[in-house]
């Protein structure tokens, strides 16, 4: 009986004694100094770098977009203006896709190879020697997947040169290298407009680049200026260049690609008015010439005909140009409750982490060094 009644007080001491911690009273300055410093440092990443950087007590969510970009501007190829054939290119012409993609490719420079038709014919060398005289072996041995296929015959390529017979798209394309300055140097004039329509999901927020404050005309004679029309959807593929650091008629020779930029990001506790679209400019490709081995954008395409006879040619082009990628990024925060508490809750136990860090930093010096007579109290 006694023992199961001291057993039961025991059980009930144990779960309802009221404990509390004593609380160490150092009187000492310098701890009580580095203490109330380490809280202030605590308290001012609170408000400086959580609240104010950070924006902690706002919930954020990513954009999602599309763009459609539509391309216009006319050229005349370099060198045909004062000929007798003029050479016009349009829209249709040089901006490949079509279909105002958020990735295009505006043509600046090209090789054309007009009039081909699938027969035999000698393949293309650059050097003066004749490199077929063993053409039995020779031209046969040499398996290649360019520029056709090898018939085991060596014929005349000129007077002086001959080289190994192929059945292939005749003549061969003479490709040395791009035109030393763009054929379609009014590329640098053609404007481009780009329509984005942006929506943070979670807020319920939509917008366009194209704000209600933009009127039709001037939307019909403007063109985007970073510092003066900073929000004109039309932009001169020359300024996008320039505005990337880089020449345009440079980078027109060998083609490269050049990234569009736009950021959303934005503050949705402040006006929603106050959420504008920011444009940027950037080339993407490594243009460093001296470690690049092939600089430069190009891609071959043809365009195919049929005589009334039923034969087939075709002009082959190797394009050199330019590909422009609109890319749309961006993070908008709102407040939100959340947050808020988890961040501020974590704050608090860091400031109270400092105290007993500090507290067992104290006691580890006591017992290096006694103190003859700290003062102790039971908290309250
Ligand atoms: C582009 O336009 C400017 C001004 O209209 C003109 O001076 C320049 O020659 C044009 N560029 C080309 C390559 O045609």
């Given at each position: 009986?006694?023992?199961?009644?001291?057993?039961?007080?025991?059980?009930?001491?144990?779960?309802?004694?009221?404990?509390?911690?004593?609380?160490?009273?150092?009187?000492?300055?310098?701890?009580?100094?580095?203490?109330?410093?380490?809280?202030?440092?605590?308290?001012?990443?609170?408000?400086?770098?959580?609240?104010?950087?950070?924006?902690?007590?706002?919930?954020?969510?990513?954009?999602?977009?599309?763009?459609?970009?539509?391309v216009k501007g006319y050229a005349v190829i370099k060198g045909s203006a004062n000929t007798s054939s003029p050479q016009f290119r349009d829209v249709a012409d040089y901006v490949i896709p079509p279909q105002g993609d958020k990735s295009f490719f505006v043509v600046t420079n090209m090789i054309v190879t007009t009039n081909q038709k699938v027969s035999h014919c000698p393949e293309v060398r650059y050097f003066q020697v004749s490199y077929c005289l063993l053409h039995v072996v020779y031209c046969v041995a040499m398996v290649s997947s360019w520029p056709g296929v090898r018939t085991g015959r060596c014929v005349n390529y000129s007077d002086t040169v001959q080289t190994c017979q192929v059945l292939s798209w005749c003549p061969l394309e003479e490709d040395t290298g791009p035109n030393k300055?763009?054929?379609?140097?009014?590329?640098?004039?053609?404007?481009l407009l780009i329509k984005n329509s942006v929506t943070y999901p979670k807020f319920n927020f939509h917008r366009r680049n194209i704000m209600p404050h933009i009127?039709?005309?001037?939307?019909?004679?403007?063109?985007?200026?970073?510092?003066?029309?900073?929000?004109?959807?039309?932009?001169?593929?020359?300024?996008?260049?320039?505005?990337?650091?880089?020449?345009?008629?440079?980078?027109?020779?060998?083609?490269?690609?050049?990234?569009?930029?736009?950021?959303?990001?934005?503050?949705?506790?402040?006006?929603?008015?106050?959420?504008?679209?920011?444009?940027?400019?950037?080339?993407l490709d490594d243009n460093n010439k001296s470690h690049v081995l092939?600089?430069?954008?190009?891609?071959?395409?043809?365009?195919?005909?049929?005589?009334?006879?039923?034969?087939?040619?075709?002009?082959?082009?190797?394009?050199?140009?330019?590909?422009?990628?609109?890319?749309?990024?961006g993070t908008a925060g709102k407040f939100s409750m959340l947050p808020?508490?988890?961040?501020?809750?974590?704050?608090?136990?860091?400031?109270?982490?400092?105290?007993e860090l500090i507290i067992t930093l104290t006691q580890l010096g006591e017992l290096a060094n006694p103190n003859p007579n700290p003062i102790t109290r039971t908290a309250s």
């Open positions: 009986m006694g023992a199961a009644k001291s057993s039961c007080q025991g059980f009930l001491h144990y779960a309802f004694d009221y404990e509390t911690p004593k609380t160490l009273v150092v009187p000492s300055i310098a701890a009580g100094v580095v203490f109330r410093f380490t809280q202030l440092l605590i308290l001012l990443y609170l408000v400086g770098y959580v609240c104010i950087v950070q924006k902690a007590y706002q919930d954020t969510d990513s954009v999602v977009s599309t763009v459609t970009t539509k300055e763009a054929l379609i140097d009014a590329a640098e004039n053609f404007t009127n039709s005309s001037y939307l019909k004679t403007c063109v985007f200026n970073s510092s003066t029309d900073p929000h004109c959807p039309i932009f001169r593929l020359k300024q996008i260049v320039s505005d990337a650091g880089e020449e345009f008629q440079v980078m027109a020779v060998e083609g490269g690609v050049l990234g569009i930029l736009i950021d959303w990001t934005c503050d949705l506790d402040l006006w929603a008015s106050q959420c504008l679209p920011k444009y940027s400019f950037r080339r092939a600089p430069g954008y190009n891609f071959r395409f043809a365009k195919y005909y049929k005589s009334p006879e039923g034969t087939e040619s075709r002009t082959l082009i190797k394009a050199y140009g330019i590909r422009f990628e609109v890319i749309v990024f808020t508490l988890v961040n501020l809750g974590s704050t608090l136990t860091f400031l109270s982490l400092v105290s």
